[in-house]
């Protein structure tokens, strides 16, 4: 079991910056690809980043590119997400997952096992 804890949300101006964490215990998280997904109300939730197990492969959601980065500390077993330049639109509910079966990064929520109770982000305008 993985039990993944996000931390870091809060309510930012448009063009500020927030940096959530996402905290793994009870099994390392050094081999999975990790992702981060959102979800705002009355949305389906949505991929926005995503990250190979030794951090060298990143994918982002088009919204969210050039933007946001994520990144993890293996030893510290926690994953990041970056976010600069926040705008309105980014105001939801931010997820992280870990993915355990199949090593290669991915956009699909159902490809990942595990979840955090995820943390809220909201940008005001």
């Known amino acids: 079991q993985v039990q993944l804890v996000e931390s870091g949300g809060g309510l930012v101006q448009t063009g500020g910056s927030l940096r959530l964490s996402c905290a793994a215990s009870g099994r390392t998280i050094s081999s999975y690809p990790m992702g981060w997904f959102r979800q705002a109300p009355g949305k389906e939730r949505e991929f926005v980043a995503a990250?190979?197990?030794?951090?060298?492969?990143?994918v982002y959601a088009d919204s969210v590119k050039g933007r946001f980065t994520i990144s993890r500390d293996n030893a510290k077993n926690t994953v990041y997400l970056q976010m600069n330049s926040l705008k309105p639109e980014d105001t939801a509910v931010y997820y992280c997952?870990?993915?355990?079966?199949?090593?290669?990064?991915?956009?699909?929520?159902?490809?990942?096992?595990?979840w955090g109770q995820g943390t809220q982000v909201t940008v005001s305008s």
């Open positions: 990250i190979n197990w030794s951090g060298g492969d990143t």
């Open positions: 997952a870990a993915k355990t079966l199949l090593m290669q990064v991915s956009t699909a929520a159902h490809e990942y096992d595990y």
